[in-house]
């Protein structure tokens, strides 16, 4: 691990090239962090939309971003975060944070909170007012003191999840 106490963000957006190294973060964070919360079977439900497969279709359909922990464009990634939208019933469409994941050896160091203020700088450039996450139950506090107001639980069976929402600008 980086012994620096505060990483700079060093965020960009991710390629289809950076599906294996992303999969390999975000599975080894949800066994260790949402291991906590979660039960086994659970776990394995949500992994296994993390394949590097389903990591590849995921950069192909939205906007992926991810943190690195040094300079060099292909310095292994320390945290993802990644900008959907969803169709509203009235029309028009919801922003909607996906796949927030630092490392388990690099949580608590802002790298979470960086790629959040990141998203939300980007989706307010396309236009977004306004921001929902599905949290999970790992993360509901983190959202919390990021100014997220919860709406409602979704029970689901790949990982239940509290609906959250900020306004943007
Ligand atoms: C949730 C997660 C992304 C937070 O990332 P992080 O880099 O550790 O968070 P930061 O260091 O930026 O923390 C920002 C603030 O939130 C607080 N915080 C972070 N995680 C928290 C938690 N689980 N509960 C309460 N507070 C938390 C920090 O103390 C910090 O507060 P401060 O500014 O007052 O010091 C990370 O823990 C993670 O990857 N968890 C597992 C995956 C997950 O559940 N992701 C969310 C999917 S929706």
């Known amino acids: 691990m980086d012994s620096s106490p505060t990483p700079p963000p060093l965020i960009r957006r991710a390629v289809p090239a950076d599906a294996v190294a992303l999969s390999a973060?975000?599975?080894?964070?949800i066994r260790t962090s949402n291991a906590q919360d979660y039960p086994p079977d659970e776990i394995e439900r949500v992994c296994a939309s993390f394949t590097p497969g389903e990591v590849a279709k995921q950069i192909a359909l939205r906007d992926v971003f991810l943190s690195r922990a040094k300079e060099a464009a292909d310095a292994p990634p320390v945290g993802t975060v990644s900008l959907?939208?969803?169709?509203?019933?009235?029309?028009?469409?919801?922003?909607?944070l996906h796949v927030l994941f630092v490392a388990p050896e690099w949580q608590g160091r802002g790298v979470g909170q960086k790629l959040v203020a990141h998203l939300e700088?980007?989706?307010?450039?396309q236009g977004h007012r306004l921001i929902q996450v599905?949290?999970?139950l790992t993360a509901r506090q983190f959202y919390q003191r990021l100014g997220y107001r919860e709406l409602r639980f979704?029970?689901?069976?790949?990982g239940s999840t509290y609906l959250m929402e900020k306004p943007l600008g």
Do not use: D, F, M, Y
């Open 84 to 96: 959907g939208v969803k169709p509203r019933p009235s029309g028009g469409e919801t922003a909607k």
């Open 25 to 29: 973060l975000i599975l080894r964070t």
């Open 121 to 125: 700088a980007h989706a307010l450039n």
């Open 134 to 136: 599905s949290s999970s």
């Open 154 to 158: 979704e029970p689901r069976e790949e």
